[in-house]
C-alpha cells in the first residue's frame, strides 16, 4: 500500500541522514555499495537518492494482471516521483519481470525475465521498452528446478540477476 510504502521511504531517508556513510562518495564502492533486495513479487534498487520498485504484476508465479511498473520515489522528499509502465511486447502473459539495474550513462534500466527468458530494456529518455535476448542461451536457465536447502522446487527460473561493474556498467 502506499502507507506502507511511504513508511518505508521515511525509514530509509531516517537511516540516509543519520549515516554519512550513505551519502558519502556514494558511487564509489571501496566506500559504500548500494544493494539491491529482492523478494517474491518485487525488486527494489535505490540510485542517486531514488527508490525504484519494480512490480511485476505476477504475485506467486501465476501470470501477469497487466503491465509490469516501476514505481519511482524521490528519497529526499518521500514522494512518487513517476510511474514506469512496460509496453506491450516487452514482456508475456506469464513474464515475471525481475532484478533492475539502472545505467546511468546510457540512461536505461536492464531487467530479467525469469520466465520467459530475456532481458526487458526501458529507454528512460523515451520512456519505451523492449526485450532483447529473448530465449538466449546467455537468459535461459541450464537446469529445470533450484534445490533450495535440499528442497526441489520444479520451476525453471530463467535470467536472474544482472551484474555490473565497479564503474556501474
Same mark, same amino acid.
Given at each position: 500500500?502506499?502507507?506502507?510504502?511511504?513508511?518505508?521511504?521515511?525509514?530509509?531517508?531516517?537511516?540516509?541522514?543519520?549515516?554519512?556513510?550513505?551519502?558519502?562518495?556514494?558511487?564509489?564502492?571501496?566506500? =559504500?555499495?548500494?544493494?539491491?533486495?529482492?523478494?517474491?513479487?518485487?525488486?527494489?534498487? /535505490?540510485?542517486?537518492?531514488?527508490?525504484?520498485?519494480?512490480?511485476? &504484476?505476477? /504475485? =506467486?508465479?501465476?501470470?501477469?494482471?497487466? /503491465?509490469?511498473?516501476?514505481?519511482?520515489?524521490?528519497?529526499?522528499?518521500?514522494?512518487?516521483?513517476?510511474?514506469?509502465?512496460?509496453?506491450?511486447?516487452?514482456?508475456?502473459?506469464?513474464?515475471?519481470?525481475?532484478?533492475? &539495474?539502472?545505467?546511468?550513462?546510457?540512461?536505461?534500466?536492464?531487467?530479467?525475465?525469469?520466465?520467459?527468458? /530475456?532481458?526487458?530494456?526501458?529507454?528512460?529518455?523515451? &520512456?519505451?521498452?523492449? &526485450?532483447?535476448?529473448?530465449?538466449?542461451?546467455?537468459?535461459?536457465?541450464?537446469?529445470?528446478?533450484?534445490?533450495?536447502?535440499?528442497?526441489?522446487?520444479?520451476?525453471?527460473?530463467?535470467?536472474?540477476?544482472?551484474?555490473?561493474?565497479?564503474?556501474?556498467?
Amino acid at each position: 500500500t502506499h502507507d506502507s510504502i511511504a513508511r518505508l521511504i521515511r525509514d530509509l531517508n531516517l537511516i540516509y541522514k543519520a549515516e554519512p556513510a550513505m551519502r558519502t562518495e556514494e558511487y564509489n564502492n571501496v566506500h =559504500f555499495n548500494w544493494l539491491m533486495v529482492n523478494n517474491h513479487e518485487q525488486s527494489v534498487y /535505490a540510485f542517486e537518492n531514488k527508490l525504484y520498485i519494480l512490480d511485476t &504484476r505476477n /504475485a =506467486f508465479w501465476q501470470g501477469i494482471i497487466d /503491465a509490469p511498473r516501476i514505481f519511482v520515489f524521490d528519497l529526499q522528499s518521500n514522494t512518487l516521483e513517476d510511474i514506469l509502465i512496460l509496453e506491450e511486447g516487452s514482456f508475456a502473459l506469464n513474464s515475471y519481470v525481475n532484478d533492475l &539495474r539502472i545505467d546511468k550513462e546510457n540512461q536505461i534500466i536492464i531487467m530479467t525475465d525469469s520466465n520467459e527468458p /530475456a532481458l526487458i530494456i526501458y529507454d528512460l529518455k523515451n &520512456r519505451k521498452s523492449k &526485450r532483447v535476448l529473448e530465449q538466449h542461451p546467455s537468459t535461459k536457465a541450464e537446469k529445470n528446478h533450484l534445490n533450495i536447502a535440499g528442497n526441489i522446487w520444479k520451476n525453471t527460473v530463467h535470467s536472474d540477476g544482472i551484474a555490473f561493474d565497479s564503474k556501474n556498467k
